[in-house]
C-alpha cells in the first residue's frame, strides 16, 4: 500500500473522529426528546467506519480470492453502516418497520453481491454487479416513491427527511461509477487512486449526514399536535427494524 493511500486513511479516521464526536453530543443533548430522535444508532456509523479505516491504514484484512483482492474491512464497515444510514432516513420519514428492514436488507444485498462481484471474474462478476444494481436501484425506489409518502405525516422532520434522503440518493451514485472503472471492473484506475476516492466518499457519506441531524435536531422537538397527526396518519406498526433499527412509532 502506498504512502498517499496510508495518508488517505489516516486522514479519513480524523473525519470519522469528528463525526463520532457529534453523535455522541446529538446523544446526550438537553434541549430536544433524544429518545425520540434515536440519536445513538448514529454513533455506530462513524465509530464503526473510523475502526474499519483503522485496519485498513494498518494493511489488515487485503485477502485474496483468486487473482482478484478484495480490502474486507471496507466491505464489513459498509455492510454494518450503510444499513443503518438508509434504514435512519426511513426512521426520519416515519416509515413503519417492514419498509425500514426492507430497505436495510436491500442496501445488505447489494453490498455483498457487489462484494462477490469484486473477487471474481468474467461474466460472473458482471452478472453480480448487475444484480448488485438491481438491489441498488430497489433501494432507490423505496427512498424517492415510498418513504415520502409517510414524511407528509412529520411536517418538522420533512426538511430533515428531504436533506437525507437527497444526501444518500445522489452521494451512491458515484460508488458503482467508482467500481467500474477501477480495478474491480474495467481497470482505467489503478487500486490506489480508486482507494483514495473511496475514502474521499466513505467521509463524505457519513460525517455530514451526522452534521445535517445534529443541525436540524429541532426536527424531534414535537408538540403534542403533531404527534398526534402523526401517530393517525402514519400506518399503524411499532417496535425496531432490522437490527434494532427504530421506527417512528416509537
Known amino acids: 500500500m502506498s504512502t498517499h493511500v496510508t495518508a488517505a486513511y489516516a486522514l479519513a479516521v480524523l473525519g470519522f473522529v469528528v463525526g463520532v464526536a457529534l453523535a455522541a453530543r446529538l446523544a446526550t443533548v438537553d434541549d430536544v426528546d433524544v429518545d425520540r430522535g434515536k440519536f445513538a444508532y448514529l454513533l455506530i456509523i462513524p465509530g464503526f467506519a473510523g475502526l474499519s479505516y483503522v485496519l485498513m491504514a494498518l494493511n489488515v484484512g487485503v485477502i485474496t480470492v483468486g487473482s482478484e483482492t478484495i480490502v474486507l474491512p471496507r466491505y464489513v464497515d459498509w455492510l454494518v453502516t450503510t444499513p443503518l444510514l438508509v434504514g435512519y432516513v426511513g426512521y426520519v420519514a416515519g416509515a413503519p418497520r417492514r419498509w425500514i428492514a426492507g430497505v436495510m436488507a436491500a442496501d445488505a444485498a447489494m453490498i455483498v453481491t457487489g462484494g462477490v462481484a469484486t473477487v471474481t471474474t468474467g461474466p460472473t462478476k458482471w452478472a453480480f454487479f448487475a444484480v448488485s444494481g438491481t438491489f441498488h436501484l430497489s433501494l432507490f425506489y423505496v427512498l424517492y416513491r415510498v418513504f415520502p409518502g409517510y414524511a407528509q405525516a412529520f411536517a418538522k422532520r420533512r426538511g430533515l427527511f428531504k436533506l437525507l434522503q437527497n444526501h444518500v440518493g445522489l452521494l451512491w451514485l458515484a460508488y458503482p461509477l467508482v467500481w467500474v472503472v477501477g480495478a474491480p471492473g474495467l481497470g482505467y484506475v ?59 412509532d416509537d
Not at 475514502?199 to 441531524?213: G, I, R, S, T, W
Not at 436540524?216 to 400506518?235: I, L, N, Q, T
Open 190 to 248: 489503478s487500486a490506489a487512486g480508486i482507494s483514495l476516492v473511496v475514502a474521499y466518499l466513505d467521509v463524505v457519506a457519513k460525517v455530514p449526514y451526522v452534521y445535517f441531524v445534529w443541525n436540524r435536531r429541532y426536527a424531534f422537538d414535537r408538540d403534542a399536535a403533531e404527534a398526534a397527526v402523526g401517530s393517525a396518519s402514519a400506518p399503524p406498526s411499532s417496535g425496531t427494524g432490522a437490527g434494532g433499527t427504530p421506527t417512528a
